[in-house]
């Protein structure tokens, strides 16, 4: 059975740091891009960033670059974002999810999400 399990979510303070895990069991991430997606409360799905199969690309939406980082390792079947200097804007659930062959931005398999609450 495929699966994607994030965690690492939590409350923490603005301008705080947290280390979002995604681990994959049932298949092997090697083949696939992977992709962090973000909901804030009452909004829609937004693309956060993704990373190719090797991690030697990685895409990231305007409003986390410089903030977020992704990363991968394989060996471990598993997806990293590392969030610093974090904003209450950046509250949301935090969803991992594999690439569509040839995309970056559409995805298949999905985690069930971690919350990340950024508040004083």
């Known amino acids: 059975e495929v699966q994607l399990v994030e965690s690492g979510g939590g409350l923490v303070q603005p301008g705080g740091s947290l280390r979002l895990s995604c681990a994959a069991s049932?298949?092997?991430?090697?083949?696939?891009?992977m992709g962090w997606i973000r909901q804030a409360p009452g909004k829609g799905l937004e693309w956060v960033s993704a990373i190719n199969w090797s991690g030697d690309t990685t895409l990231y939406a305007d409003s986390v670059k410089g903030q977020f980082t992704i990363s991968r390792d394989n060996a471990k079947n598993t997806v990293y974002l590392q969030m610093n200097s974090l904003k209450p804007e950046d509250t949301a659930v935090y969803y991992c999810a594999t690439g569509l062959p040839g995309s970056w931005y559409a995805y298949n398999y999905w985690g069930q999400g971690t919350q990340v609450t950024v508040s004083s």
């Open positions: 049932g298949f092997t991430i090697d083949d696939y891009v």
